[in-house]
C-alpha cells in the first residue's frame, strides 16, 4: 500500500524499505570517506542566507554605489533629484514585506549619486575634505566589524533601547533646526549646530560624536541581524535586507562624519 504521508518518505518506510535502509546502514568506509570529502552545499544551493553570501551581495551593492558616486561627483546638479529618489526608494524597501535585489541595487545607485554630488560640493568648499569623511567612515567601520567579530561589543536590550531614544531625539532635533534654517528664524549656515555652543564647542560637533557612537551601534544591530539571520536559516533573498541596512548606516556615517568635519573648518 502506498503512503503519501511526506513525513514517511524515507526508505525504511516504503516498500522494500528495509533492504535500501541495510543498504544505507552498511555503507564502507570509503563510500563514508567519499560523502565527507563532498564540498558543503552553496547558499544557491540551499536557497538559505548566509554570512558569506551576504558579503557577495554587499560588494555588489557598494560597487554599483560607487559607481553612481562618480556619476553625482561630475554632475552635482543631480544630488537633488537623487536625494527625493533615494527618499522614496528607501520607504519602499522598509515597508517591502520581501526583500528585492533590484530595488536595493536601485537603491544604491541612486543614493551614490547622491553622496557623490553632495561630495563633490563639500570638496569645492574644503579641499580635501571627502578623503577625511571617506577615511573616518572606513575606520569606524572597520573597527565595529572587528570588535563585533571578536565578540567585544554586541547588541543589548537596554542599549538598543538608549539607541532608540537617542534616535527619536536626534530627529526632532534635526526636524527642528531644518524649520529655523528655511525660516530664517536662524541664519547660519548650520543652524542650531554652528551658532549654539557649549563651553566654547560647537554644538554640531558634540552632536557629530555622538551621531557617530549611534552608527556604529546601528552597524552592530546590522551585523547581529545578519548573523542570526544566518543562524535561523531565513531565505536567502533576506540577505538583501542586510545589505540594505548595512548601506544606510554607512551612508549615514559619511554624512555626519562629513558635516562634521565642515563645521571644525569653519
Given at each position: 500500500m502506498a503512503i503519501d504521508n511526506p513525513a514517511f518518505r524515507n526508505a525504511g518506510f516504503?516498500?522494500?524499505?528495509?533492504v535500501a535502509a541495510q543498504q544505507?546502514?552498511?555503507?564502507t568506509a570509503e563510500q563514508l570517506q567519499q560523502m565527507y570529502d563532498q564540498p558543503a552545499a552553496t547558499a544557491a544551493q540551499t536557497d538559505r542566507m548566509t554570512v558569506e553570501d551576504t558579503l557577495g551581495k554587499s560588494v555588489i551593492a557598494f560597487g554599483i554605489l560607487l559607481v553612481g558616486a562618480a556619476i553625482g561627483w561630475f554632475i552635482p546638479a543631480l544630488a537633488i533629484p537623487a536625494a527625493i529618489v533615494g527618499f522614496v526608494l528607501a520607504l519602499v524597501n522598509i515597508f517591502k514585506k520581501s526583500p528585492s535585489a533590484p530595488l536595493v541595487l536601485s537603491y544604491a545607485a541612486v543614493q551614490g549619486v547622491f553622496v557623490g554630488g553632495i561630495s563633490s560640493f563639500f570638496e569645492t568648499l574644503y579641499p580635501a575634505i571627502v578623503s577625511q569623511a571617506l577615511i573616518g567612515t572606513v575606520v569606524v567601520f572597520g573597527v565595529t566589524l572587528a570588535l563585533f567579530a571578536s565578540g567585544k561589543v554586541r547588541a543589548s536590550a537596554r542599549a538598543t533601547k538608549v539607541f532608540m531614544i537617542a534616535m527619536i531625539g536626534y530627529l526632532i532635533f534635526s526636524v527642528v533646526n531644518l524649520?529655523?534654517?528655511w525660516?530664517?528664524?536662524n541664519d547660519d549656515p548650520w543652524g542650531l549646530r554652528g551658532s549654539f555652543e557649549i563651553a566654547g564647542i560647537p554644538l554640531g560637533l558634540i552632536l557629530g560624536v555622538?551621531?557617530?557612537?549611534?552608527a556604529a551601534y546601528s552597524l552592530v544591530l546590522d551585523f547581529e541581524f545578519i548573523k542570526q539571520g544566518a543562524q535561523n536559516?531565513?531565505?536567502r533573498k533576506f540577505g538583501w535586507t542586510g545589505v540594505f541596512g548595512v548601506m544606510m548606516t554607512v551612508i549615514w556615517l559619511y554624512l555626519e562624519i562629513l558635516r562634521m568635519l565642515a563645521i571644525s573648518r569653519d
Open positions: 516504503q516498500k522494500g524499505g528495509a544505507q546502514a552498511t555503507l524649520v529655523l534654517m525660516t530664517g528664524a555622538l551621531v557617530v557612537i549611534m536559516g531565513l531565505p
